[in-house]
């Protein structure tokens, strides 16, 4: 079956420490995307990658890292300068058109600092 | 960034009842997209839009684009337990940023 897997569901980070959340997508889909959200809140945007080996930064990129390097893969990278990581990430995907919705979106992980 | 007003914030309705909900913006939207999410899942996109005035459904689903492109509308008819769900619109002016609303709760009573 196609879409997108996030991993873990559920991440404990002790203050300090970085943590990586996977994404991974076999819909053959150019464009990836990483939002936060915090309860009562919508989704905000941390990074984007249309393309391999390129990504932009969204509106709260600060203490977030990302990487492409294959096309399936759009691993997001919590830094400890991240000062309030504690929130659930979705991780989604869409068709590579010029500016194409998020149509695709993993089942999320909760992080929390402890 | 932009700021999506989404209402109203949660719904409590009879199973059978219409729904209505919107969503309005500051800025001008060149596309507005209306999903669902279910508690501790991802979002699923249930309808895009890309024109002024333009209708469109999916299902028991209506959304519509408004005029002066600074709102969008939801609207569910007959509903059923299974409608349950945070319902969100974005909005997007250029490029790849996609602006979210905060969400519309709804609950279905049986």
């Known amino acids: 079956d196609g879409g997108i897997t996030q991993s873990p569901k559920y991440l404990f980070r002790k203050e300090g420490q970085n943590v990586t959340l996977s994404c991974e997508q076999n819909l053959n889909h150019d464009a990836m995307y990483w939002y936060r959200q915090d309860p009562g809140q919508g989704l905000r945007l941390i990074y984007y990658s249309q393309i391999v080996n390129d990504f932009q930064k969204g509106d709260i990129a600060e203490g977030y890292s990302v990487s492409r390097e294959k096309k399936e893969s759009f691993p997001l990278t919590v830094t400890s300068a991240q000062k309030n990581p504690t929130a659930f990430y979705l991780c989604a995907s869409s068709i590579g058109t010029a500016s194409p919705p998020p149509a695709f979106f993993g089942q999320g992980t909760r992080l929390t600092v402890v | 960034g932009q700021q999506l007003n989404q209402s109203p914030q949660s719904m409590f309705i009879q199973e059978g009842e219409d729904v209505s909900m919107n969503c309005t913006s500051s800025?001008?939207?060149?596309?507005w997209l209306w999903y669902k999410q279910d508690p501790g899942e991802g979002p699923v996109l249930l309808i895009a839009l890309y024109k002024a005035g333009e209708l469109t459904s999916n299902g028991r689903l209506t959304a519509q684009f408004g005029i002066t492109r600074k709102d969008s509308f939801l609207n569910i008819s007959a509903s059923i337990p299974s409608d349950v769900g945070i319902y969100f619109c974005a909005g997007q002016v250029t490029g790849n940023q996609f602006y979210f609303g905060t969400g519309t709760s709804l609950t279905v009573i049986p």
């Open positions: 800025s001008i939207f060149n596309t």
